[in-house]
């Protein structure tokens, strides 16, 4: 059984970090790709960052625009995002989610293994 377990996550200010992890059980996080998504109210949940299953590849949203960075540690089967100069609109729910061996890393259907979520608040 799969379990991904997301922590982080907290209210912020504008221009501030965070770092959100991705915890794995059952199955390791060097084995597929792994991505983050994120869903506003009232919004769809929308592609975040990818790394695929080398940690060679990293993919991610145009609107990270270098503010973001996705990355892992494969001992302690954690993926990580580093968010960086975080705006207001980055403020969602984040998802961490580990893909199947095929399909688009920018699709969630790609990806059949979801964490619960992680809010992220950003302040004005």
């Known amino acids: 059984q799969v379990q991904l377990v997301e922590s982080g996550g907290g209210l912020v200010q504008a221009g501030g970090s965070l770092r959100l992890s991705c915890a794995a059980s059952?199955?390791?996080?060097?084995?597929?790709?792994t991505g983050w998504f994120r869903q506003a109210p009232g919004k769809e949940r929308e592609f975040v960052a990818a790394?695929?299953?080398?940690?060679?590849?990293?993919y991610y949203a145009d609107f990270v625009s270098g503010r973001f960075t996705i990355s892992r540690d494969s001992a302690k089967n954690t993926m990580y995002l580093q968010m960086n100069s975080l705006k207001p609109e980055d403020t969602a729910v984040y998802f961490c989610?580990?893909?199947?061996?095929?399909?688009?890393?920018?699709?969630?259907?790609?990806?059949?293994?979801w964490g619960q979520g992680t809010q992220v608040t950003v302040s004005s």
């Open positions: 989610a580990q893909k199947d061996y095929s399909g688009s890393y920018y699709v969630a259907l790609s990806y059949p293994y």
């Open positions: 059952g199955r390791t996080i060097s084995g597929v790709g």
């Open positions: 790394i695929n299953r080398s940690g060679g590849s990293t």
